[in-house]
């Protein structure tokens, strides 16, 4: 653990958890209180987004796109593809509850990284082995020689250790910095999304990790606000069905909310 | 039932069954479209009839999620775009200048099609990519990830309008599907030098992604580095299969259920493209001109007859396509074959039209071109076939092959 501060509040026992009726969905006690992430009033102004149903188009016509970037979304209804089921909850998401990963409070990362001896080989194709020790990783901080015979050795550094280390001057998008957040090491990596904060979500809100269309295999690729429409709050929302094995809950930037997938990545 | 009612009835069905099929048969490209696009049954059958392997991943989710209630039920998703271009590089997003792709107003007739498919193959976005926004972060960034620049548009990339306003970098077919020779766009073509691992490591500031390499990407997530060469979409219509792995027989309605699916879960199962548009799509591309690097000659003579002793049993003329080998049989690397998600036990055999100047060749591009293909120094393993020729005979087989 190399986190200064937890990251992600994770809900362990303790609170006795209640079943939905219908459903057979775990509900935590928190979840009446927790109804309130993404609302219009504290997610930010909706822009043009028009189409709302099923099978109807999902677009934005125009040629001017207004409103920042918030929480809102289009209510889908219920639209199918969630393996599992989830109940409706209103316009259609899923009752909201706290994720089991959301990001609290702002994180700052332990400057100390692991420093395990490199296994990298003392030669070979240079392409692949970019670096042989530690000592040859000194671009950037907490420079470490990672990889293995079949991915290579590369140097990897903690790229951020603070969310301020992560501003962007080309982009008001918020983007945060994630300990350990590296995909094919344990370096800190800085993330886009459309919050930082629970509190960038409104009051009750949760701003949450969410994994991309490849699923695991990229890892975690932004933080995201849950919203009313939500169609599943956490991965043990989507299990179910023939191909659904490696089911997760991501945030869908098509449609403005999170909606359970599968791992793919293209096609 | 009476027996004799239940034999007519069977042999009514039958005769309705095969009366079906060549109907069908006799439609023209742009009447199965149609079909495609109102027929649920009609999608289902040609669905079903285009998989290899019906327990690979790619199956077994189209099977269960291909059908009413699930996929068919999502949202149709045609966005404002707004075409990427170099005046964007180093810029913020733009906030102005977006629109849709019109599709509805588009009549079922070939030329209309043909159009939107080209307009939809560099301007519908298929996959958001937020990670691209390093890709334009700079003038000298679109060279250094291997983006094209033609035509005032960018790598084929487009800004998306999303949902509250939001925007993001998406792209399109064209991203990895065209590329440029002598500042000329080459639709259809593999963007060999499109390196999107480094890219996304890039953007992240993460461990510098060199598994993949230019103009080779994982698709799956299988729980194995198996990253493929991009394809060459130019001779697709020549293929006997569609994907590296044979995993879909190809016909160009299999074409447009393998385009319009891939984009519904390159979209995370979030949306679905209108079907006009996927089956547009897939006319445009099957309409891509045969693309020969030269004309015959006398060499290319000699070499058509070393061709038809050595080579035509797989690659079969006119498609020079054919059933798919076995992966023991070919020998080369075995890994996109093997994909739990993929893998049919077997590799397709390539259409050889275009590929003169195709790069890289094999599954997982380990063989730069032609000529690294026939040297018998070659380090990479598999497809011997060819490696014991003599030089002349070798130069006249190149020589044909880049003819086609």
């Known amino acids: ?267 | 039932m009476p027996l004799g009612r239940v034999l007519v009835a069977a042999f009514a069905l039958l005769l309705s069954g095969c009366s079906g099929a060549a109907e069908a048969d006799a439609l023209s490209d742009v009447e199965r479209g149609r079909r495609y696009d109102e027929s649920e049954t009609f999608r289902r059958e040609a669905l079903i009839s285009s998989l290899e392997n019906a327990d690979n991943g790619y199956a077994r989710l189209r099977l269960e999620r291909y059908r009413p209630g699930q996929w068919e039920a999502l949202p149709i998703w045609a966005p404002a775009i707004r075409v990427v271009s170099e005046a964007d590089l180093g810029g913020a997003k733009p906030t102005t200048g977006f629109a849709p792709l019109e599709v509805d107003a588009v009549p079922w007739a070939e030329a209309p099609l043909l159009e939107l498919g080209r307009r939809a193959f560099y301007e519908y976005p298929v996959q958001i990519m937020d990670f691209a926004a390093q890709a334009i972060s700079s003038a000298e960034a679109p060279a250094h990830y291997g983006l094209w620049s033609a035509d005032g548009r960018l790598g084929g990339l487009v800004w998306t309008a999303l949902p509250a306003g939001a925007t993001a970098l998406s792209v399109t077919c064209a991203t990895c599907h065209a590329t440029t020779r002598s500042q000329q766009l080459v639709t259809g073509k593999n963007n060999a030098q499109l390196d999107l691992g480094l890219l996304a490591s890039d953007f992240r500031g993460d461990a510098p992604n060199v598994v993949w390499g230019p103009g080779r990407l994982d698709v799956t997530n299988d729980g194995s580095d198996n990253p493929v060469a991009i394809p060459d979409l130019r001779p697709v219509r020549h293929q006997e299969h569609l994907q590296r792995a044979a995993t879909v027989k190809n016909d160009l309605i299999a074409l447009a259920i393998r385009t319009e699916t891939l984009i519904i879960s390159s979209l995370g199962e979030s949306v679905r493209p209108p079907r006009k548009l996927a089956f547009a799509l897939a006319l445009f591309m099957w309409r891509l001109p045969d693309a020969p690097l030269r004309s015959p000659d006398e060499a290319s003579s000699r070499g058509a007859g070393i061709f038809a002793q050595r080579c035509a049993a797989c690659h079969q003329p006119p498609r020079y396509s054919g059933p798919a080998i076995a992966l023991e049989r070919i020998g080369t690397d075995p890994g996109v074959g093997q994909s739990s998600e993929r893998g049919t036990g077997a590799y397709r055999v390539p259409s050889l039209h275009a590929v003169g100047d195709r790069t890289p060749l094999f599954a997982a591009g380990s063989v730069r071109d032609l000529s690294e293909l026939l040297d018998p120094s070659r380090s990479a393993p598999g497809h011997a076939f060819g490696l014991d020729l003599e030089d002349a005979e070798r130069a006249d087989l190149m020589r044909f092959l880049e003819t086609l």
């Open chain 1, 1 to 267: 653990m190399r986190k200064s501060s937890l990251v992600l509040v994770v809900l362990l026992g303790g609170a006795v958890p209640l079943v939905a009726a219908c459903s057979g969905r775990t509900l935590e006690p928190s979840d009446a209180s927790a109804g309130a992430a993404g609302s219009a009033e504290s997610g930010g102004s909706a822009g043009a987004s028009a189409g709302t149903s099923p099978g109807g188009a999902i677009g934005i016509a125009g040629t001017s796109l207004g409103g920042a970037a918030g929480v809102a979304g289009a209510s889908l209804g219920g639209a199918a593809g969630v393996a599992g089921g989830l109940p409706d909850a209103g316009a259609g998401g899923v009752t909201p509850r706290e994720p089991v990963k959301h990001r609290a409070s702002e994180t700052t990362c332990d400057h100390t990284r692991p420093s395990n001896p490199s296994n990298a080989p003392a030669d070979g194709d240079p392409t692949r082995v970019a670096c042989h020790s530690h000592e040859d990783c000194n671009q950037g901080e907490n420079g470490r020689c990672v990889g293995n015979g079949h991915d290579g050795w590369q140097c990897t550094y903690d790229n951020c250790f603070a969310d301020a280390d992560c501003a962007s001057s080309s982009s008001a998008e918020p983007r945060l910095c994630m300990c350990e957040g590296g995909v094919r090491s344990d370096n800190n990596v800085c993330l886009p999304g459309n919050c930082r904060l629970d509190a960038d979500c409104g009051t009750g809100g949760y701003c949450s990790p969410s994994l991309g269309s490849c699923g695991n295999y990229s890892k975690v690729v932004g933080y995201y606000c849950h919203t009313p429409d939500d169609e599943c709050v956490d991965d043990a929302d989507c299990g179910g069905g023939a191909a659904s094995a490696l089911a997760y809950c991501a945030f869908m930037p098509t449609i403005g909310h999170w909606k359970c997938s599968t791992t793919h990545c293209v096609g």
